[in-house]
């Protein structure tokens, strides 16, 4: 059987993996697809030729993506240039002209995923995306098909290998969070720009993505809540540490009774859990579902050739499907699109979680009674508290508490008035808490 | 769209799990299959009505099961009788009518399995069995599809919960093995019988069936090496814990230069793996691929709902594949059947491991010395050693050692040269090491 004619967008750190794979496994892979993988065509403004092994082996390299998916004798399009647009424009042709999309694209796909979906559907053509969530580990396949039986409960993520090897060096070494993204930055882990990997951008477009398999929901990556790490200080992580927890940067989807949360933000996680134990750049998906109970899944969640792992393995998937009915494949989305359920994603202030509090006071008598009972009043049950001895001549003290569950707008009320007294000089650290084990 | 009618075999744990999953999820099920699903026919000798949800869901209910492997109205029939006989005539009976075949029997797969798949590959069926390896984790799944891209290293495994449960509470109250496995009797957690669990036997079942699909190669059960648990002492536990290591009963499958290990035996992991911190009854897969790097799936390997979470999954695979054309379907063994390769499993004495050693012998000059020698006489360097102080007047002295990797046929010589000394006294312990990073 003749070989499937394939184009590629983009030549850069995936595009160069991808044809590394394809090229070093092509035995293999064909003994697997039933079929050999031919990259016809490829197309990317620069890249450098030294650095991608088995550039010979594609047919022709251009530099106009939109010829590629333009061109009559494609099948499939990989589509790794990353970004809003022209990933979106791109895609779009690709769909209408009948051809399948491979992408690794995860901005794309959280923001106009019901977009892209619903125009594939129309075209009878399947839009694969293992590869925009945790890399190399086949999380999405997992949500999609291996938990199929499930009713799923929550989902909670280690997604970003950059924000989780900055807390994993903090732990390790005491060090601080601005020194060692200096060091992330400069071994290449972290972008020089990091906002999207530590305020949490890109681990809130996989998480979207996550949730809508998940819980069978549109997907509104503009709904999900998200706080990075850059405001986590060296004694959080040696306090949080003395507690029996670490800090992790989870993303968290989890159904409750009013509605559905989407939330990426620091939280204290007990130590013995294995997601607490998930160090350096890995990533790590935990999920529970009604029948299976908790299952974990991972594994590198980005680089070049963990991310093709994921690239070609959607392409084996395609393969696999191109003779089958269009009406019978697993949907995009892992429901039925006219299955789709409008259950409300719920605001922060509707989520309730645990807490960890470290506030900086005065020194002196009714302090941590008037602490106290704020958080008496606003219904905050104390799990523990620590008290750390202030050093000689110092007139301030550092108070650490645990918080039992409680819905954000109310502790967000108790910080305000915590915030508000004379004798609490500076903002009150707030980290959320999670037990992973409900 | 009618819903697909589905015969079920056995109406024991997993069967009573499967009625309950398919009932209480039955409307998620369906949004996500694209069509209801129904137990239309039931066959078991004999069940508790009292402990199934959802028995009134079923259509009918009978003795007989091949009465339910002849009914024309049925399209898929889920086996869960375990065993060889009569499980392997009633799935060949099903093929040969046409139906699909879900199963979790692992004996029948490792055994059987190549007969089977043949027979449906003939009438263009499928037999899924995800549920045969890791209960309700999807790493059959994981290993088929979700790796497609990679050329999989090796896979080290905690496959069997009981074994898992025994050695945790080894480790954690420091007690005996026979002390323990009577506690997991009582439990449940053991069968009054425990051989299949603790000699390795269920294991080398699963990990024969996830090394064909990680290698492309024919299941060949009965070329497994199995080895127990059973003689791993309290003190074994505590000296591997020591040398900062763990003892867990692995399933390990491995590609080496000159062909493919197959074993199942007790083996000391370094405790900061996460496979050496997965506890209880839970199981655990790693697998390296070249691509991918090392991929962990964690989850409950067996139970009512655990393992029924993977026969509905499988379940609703077949209905989406209903409509597919039979040829381009998932291969059973992930590599296309004309495919396979004829890569010969090797024999444990061609297995390359390093090795934990304890030697019982007379506490006199010259002992150590002698040991070291022949070690030395057979190419074995030895990386650590730890000689136990004896107790007041006493003779004899325990000797712990690690060493590097060799060739097993080797250490059986150089073990058996060390048991002939005279100062030796007891068989040596011998225990296998794996670092898991390579």
Redesign the interface.
């Known amino acids: 059987m003749e070989p499937v004619k394939v184009g590629l967008l983009g030549l850069g750190t995936v595009g160069g993996?991808t044809v590394e794979?394809l090229t070093?496994?092509a035995a293999?892979?064909?003994?697997?697809?039933?079929r050999g993988i031919e990259i016809a065509f490829a197309a990317a403004r620069e890249y450098r030729p030294e650095s991608i092994n088995g550039l010979d082996r594609i047919g022709r390299i251009g530099d106009d993506a939109f010829a590629v998916v333009e061109d009559p004798e494609i099948e499939i399009v990989i589509e790794l240039i990353g970004g809003y647009s022209p990933a979106r424009e791109l895609v779009l042709k690709a769909i209408e002209n009948g051809k399948h999309v491979v992408t690794a694209n995860k901005a794309l796909i959280a923001k106009h995923g019901n977009e892209i979906f619903a125009a594939a559907r129309e075209r009878g053509v399947v839009v694969g995306f293992?590869a925009a969530v945790a890399?190399?580990?086949?999380i999405i396949?997992?949500l999609r098909?291996?938990?199929?039986?499930?009713?799923i409960e929550w989902i909670a993520g280690i997604i970003n290998g950059t924000g989780n090897f900055i807390l994993t060096e903090m732990r390790d070494k005491g060090r601080d969070f601005a020194d060692v993204l200096a060091e992330a930055q400069a071994l290449g882990y972290a972008e020089a720009d990091p906002t999207f990997d530590v305020e949490g951008i890109d681990a809130a477009h996989k998480l979207t993505i996550m949730g809508s398999l998940a819980f069978?929901i549109p997907l509104q990556f503009e709904r999900c809540f998200t706080e990075g790490i850059s405001k986590i200080g060296a004694m959080d992580v040696v306090y949080a540490a003395e507690l029996g927890y670490r800090i992790k940067h989870l993303g968290i989807a989890r159904r409750s009774e009013t509605g559905i949360e989407l939330r990426v933000h620091p939280t204290l996680v007990p130590e013995r859990r294995?997601l607490a134990?998930?160090d350096g750049v890995m990533n790590?998906v935990l999920v529970k579902?009604?029948?299976?109970?908790?299952?974990?899944?991972?594994?590198?969640g980005a680089g070049a050739?963990?991310t093709?792992?994921?690239?070609?393995?959607d392409?084996?998937?395609v393969v696999?499907?191109?003779?089958?009915?269009p009406?019978?494949?697993?949907?995009h989305l892992?429901?039925?699109p006219d299955?789709l359920a409008d259950t409300p994603v719920l605001r922060i202030e509707e989520v309730e979680t645990a807490y960890y509090l470290r506030i900086f006071a005065l020194d002196q008598p009714g302090v941590m009674a008037r602490i106290a009972s704020i958080l008496g009043e606003q219904g905050i049950s104390i799990e523990a508290i620590k008290q750390k001895e202030p050093g000689e001549g110092e007139t301030y003290v550092t108070m650490v508490m645990l918080t039992h569950r409680v819905l954000e707008g109310r502790m967000n009320e108790a910080i305000a008035r915590i915030e508000a007294l004379d004798s609490v000089q500076e903002p009150v650290m707030r980290i959320r808490m999670e037990t992973l084990s409900g």
């Open positions: 993996g794979v070093s496994n293999e892979i064909a003994r697997r697809a039933g293992e890399g190399g580990i086949p396949k997992a098909e291996g938990l199929a039986a499930n009713h069978g294995l134990n998930v790590a579902g009604d029948a299976v109970g908790p299952t974990l899944y991972y594994g590198a050739l963990p093709a792992s994921a690239v070609v393995a392409l084996v998937d696999r499907s191109l003779t089958t009915d009406n019978n494949r697993v949907p892992g429901f039925q299955a």
